[in-house]
């Protein structure tokens, strides 16, 4: 890294406040030129209102923030671009069906009497994406059409189009594989290198270790630990400073499977034409954790499976019951659960109160003459999230104004509420800080020790390694091993879903 002593953001003594909360109630640190600047925190600690404070999007309600040395209160995220401030967030706001350049210039096109200078913007875009290390991008391709992780390219040359000095990255590594995270942090550290400071936040402390240089954790809205050196800060320290506890171990420890135990779900010969037919088998009180690339297939088989793809062929059963294809209904009928990936799009009502989020597919239970029985949703969501931890509490409060962990929560108490067999978890910590990560692992690992049969699908080796009694590795919609997951390790695992990668 390349970072000096100069300091280019000043935080003192930020405050923000919205109706009936302080999510930021004192936060303190400073960014230097050239410096990868991690930001740690539990969901709930203020990190979203922090990168919206700081790149425009609020205003703080006391406090300082100087900008190369002045006083500085953006009024929007246009103003803070301007001045040098960009935020690239998880969920990138880039314009589908509009080409990377329209995107990279968004909100500040190039024009002279009122006409964009088209070509020059293609010419500077294929500028900035050669600074990038991607020149192979054109200017002129839909941006709709980009794997993820050049998208997330595209959000960085806007950022710079306007002489971006720091870059607020927020979980940019979430749905990124191996080979594209070692591709964005050599983007970070060309940047580095050129005096670009960046702000990065993420939950996998590793990550942190590898790219940072400093460190400052939130908890609950207000700085507790600032400046700490990324790379000797031991992960017990980090972890009891965001959580206020110490957690010896993440990951619950594992009860063997009864050899005994009935099955519960069995897949035979399952595909839907993009990948290969599986064969699966979960027993009561198993977890299978399913470890693959982003795109290799594994995600397809949960949903296929989940009856939310229309297998082309093969069968699925649960407790010998077999399950009519592309029927989520009878997949629910059956006790089958799913929390998805995108947990936003496809597993929230994100402007519906927290008790309907969690009743929604129990509706039946609550009909009283043909009327819904309001008071005992509320009551009964009321005992799942007390008993859950979800905050902040109330059951009438909007899903969208939680955090991801506890959104996370949210779902599995839909799932809790109606006692599945079978409960299918896709990337079930995306996003969730290691305290709340924590909860979540015990939580599934007492529904497996309560007889229900779980599969688990992550791009976290150490997840799948640590949660998982068995693990199927799933490649180029493949599965090239299935077997105890006491008998393979993290390099083992990554060798499997990497071979023929590269080429």
């Known amino acids: 890294m390349t970072s000096t002593d100069a300091t280019l953001l000043s935080v003192r003594g930020v405050v923000k406040r919205f109706p009936g909360v302080t999510a930021l109630g004192g936060v303190d640190f400073d960014v230097r ?102 020149p192979e991008i054109s200017p002129d391709r839909d941006v709709g059409r980009l794997s993820v992780a050049h998208q997330q390219v595209v959000s960085m040359a806007r950022a710079l189009s306007l002489d971006g000095q720091l870059l607020i990255m927020d979980e940019p590594s979430a749905v990124l594989d191996p080979d594209e995270v070692r591709v964005l942090f050599g983007i970070i550290r060309e940047l580095t290198a050129q005096g670009v400071a960046v702000i990065y936040i993420s939950h996998r402390l ?19 630990a600032t400046g ?16 206020g506890r110490v957690l010896d171990n993440v990951f619950p420890q594992r009860k063997p499977v009864d050899p005994a135990a009935p099955e519960v779900l069995r897949v035979r010969g399952l595909t839907d034409g993009d990948f290969d037919p599986v064969d699966l088998t979960v027993h009561a009180g198993e977890v299978v954790g399913l470890a693959g690339l982003v795109g290799s297939g594994r995600s397809e088989i949960l949903e296929t499976v989940y009856g939310a793809r229309k297998a082309a062929g093969g069968t699925v059963e649960v407790d010998g019951r077999k399950l009519r294809r592309g029927s989520v209904g009878a ?27 969690i009743t929604v597919s129990s509706m039946s239970s609550f009909a009283r003459f043909g009327f819904l029985d309001d008071r005992a949703e509320r009551a009964r969501a009321t005992t799942l999230t007390e008993s859950l931890d979800v905050r902040p509490a109330g059951v009438d409060r909007v899903v969208r104004g939680l955090s991801g962990g506890n959104q996370q929560k949210v779902v599995l108490a839909r799932w809790l509420l109606r006692e599945c067999r ?9 996003g969730v800080d290691v305290g709340a990560r924590s909860e979540i692992y015990e939580l599934v690992r007492a529904l497996a020790d309560s007889g229900v049969a779980v599969v688990v699908v992550s791009s976290d080796v150490e997840e799948v390694l640590g949660l998982a009694d068995r693990v199927l590795v799933v490649r180029e919609g493949r599965v090239v091993h299935d077997g105890p997951a006491d008998e393979i390790d993290e390099s083992r695992v990554l060798d499997l879903v990497m071979e023929g990668h590269a080429a």
Request: proline share 3%.
């Open 331 to 357: 997949a629910v009928r059956a006790g089958m659960g799913l929390c998805p990936e995108e947990r936003k799009s496809q597993g929230l009502l994100l402007d519906e109160a927290v008790y309907r989020n």
């Open 422 to 430: 079978v409960l299918l978890l896709d990337e079930p910590t995306r």
């Open 33 to 134: 030129a050239g410096e990868v600047h991690c930001l740690l925190g539990q969901n709930g600690a203020g990190k979203s209102t922090l990168i919206k404070v700081l790149s425009g999007a609020h205003r703080p309600d006391e406090g300082e923030i100087r900008w190369r040395g002045e006083v500085v209160s953006f009024g929007n995220p246009t103003a803070a671009m301007r001045s040098g401030v960009a935020a690239i967030y998880q969920e990138l706001d880039l314009v589908s069906g509009l080409s990377v350049a329209d995107n990279v210039f968004l909100g500040h096109e190039l024009s002279t009497a009122g006409f964009t200078r088209r070509s020059d913007a293609r010419r500077r875009t294929r500028e900035l994406l050669k600074r990038l290390g991607h």
């Open 206 to 224: 590793a990550e942190i270790r590898e790219i940072g240089d400093r460190v400052t954790v939130l908890k609950d809205g207000r700085t507790v």
């Open 228 to 243: 700490l050196p990324a790379r000797e800060v031991k992960t017990p320290d980090l972890i009891a400073l965001m959580t």
